[in-house]
């Protein structure tokens, strides 16, 4: 596709269920990023994936969070046990290597009730 | 660590005036990077700055870096209702990930 798109664009889910948001980003590209936006708050890094290198896990706030992605494609984030903490939107970028802009994704809307 | 400032947080400024928002940021950068978010909506690339005195403009948006002060500015000329947003930056040092900072929130009133 032209651009970065995650899947879903809303979710709503009741407290203590699993969850799986999906990144597809622009073809080609090997950088990968989640971040999380809460309401009026800036972005927050999740995890960095850049071609076959060990993820950068630093930002991953518990171990209810994962994530992974299979080569240059797809990435699925995945928060276990949801909480209404977890509440926020769950914005996905890519990026090719070498090159230097990042472009974003339109974002999950995770609400946790 | 890296660390990113940017101020003001907030902005509330009248149309046709100009104003000035700033980005910090600690640590020597390969990149810099100035970003719009509409509310609800994504984040829109408007600039990537890379290099020492490096100055890109977009209509009414003017954006400069100068590494040796760790500051890059985002300038706003004769502002127009348009341009209410939240602006942030971001830097990256090597292959480490976009740091943020906590982004102005533009408001531009008559």
């Known amino acids: 596709g032209a651009g970065v798109s995650q899947s879903p664009s809303n979710k709503v889910t009741e407290k203590g269920k699993d969850v799986e948001l999906r990144c597809d980003p622009i073809?080609?590209?090997?950088?990968l990023y989640w971040y999380r936006q809460r309401l009026g708050q800036g972005l927050e890094f999740l995890i960095y994936?850049?071609?076959?290198?060990?993820?950068?896990k630093s930002g991953l706030p518990s171990d209810r969070f994962s994530a992974e992605r299979t080569g240059e494609s797809v990435s699925t984030l995945t928060i276990q046990r949801t909480q209404q903490e977890d509440s926020a939107v769950y914005l996905c970028?890519?990026?090719?290597?070498?090159?230097?802009?990042?472009?974003f994704g339109q974002g999950t809307r995770l609400t946790v009730v | 660590e890296l660390k990113v400032e940017q101020n003001p947080l907030f902005l509330s400024m009248q149309e046709g005036k100009n104003y000035t928002i700033y980005c910090n940021y600690s640590?020597?950068?390969?990149?810099l990077y100035w970003y719009r978010q509409d509310p609800g909506k994504s984040l829109e690339s408007l600039f990537v700055?890379?290099?020492?005195?490096a100055v890109k403009q977009e209509g009414r948006l003017m954006a400069s870096l100068d590494t040796k002060a760790r500051l890059s500015t985002l300038h706003i000329t004769a502002a127009v209702h348009d341009l209410s947003a939240t602006y942030f930056c971001?830097?990256?040092?090597?292959?480490?990930?976009?740091?943020f900072g906590k982004g102005t929130r533009l408001s531009v009133i008559a």
């Open positions: 994936f850049q071609g076959n290198s060990a993820p950068d």
């Open positions: 073809s080609g590209h090997t950088a």
């Open positions: 700055l890379l290099s020492n005195g």
């Open positions: 971001a830097v990256v040092i090597s292959s480490t990930p976009l740091v």
């Open positions: 640590t020597t950068s390969d990149r």
């Open positions: 970028a890519s990026r090719l290597t070498g090159g230097t802009e990042a472009f």
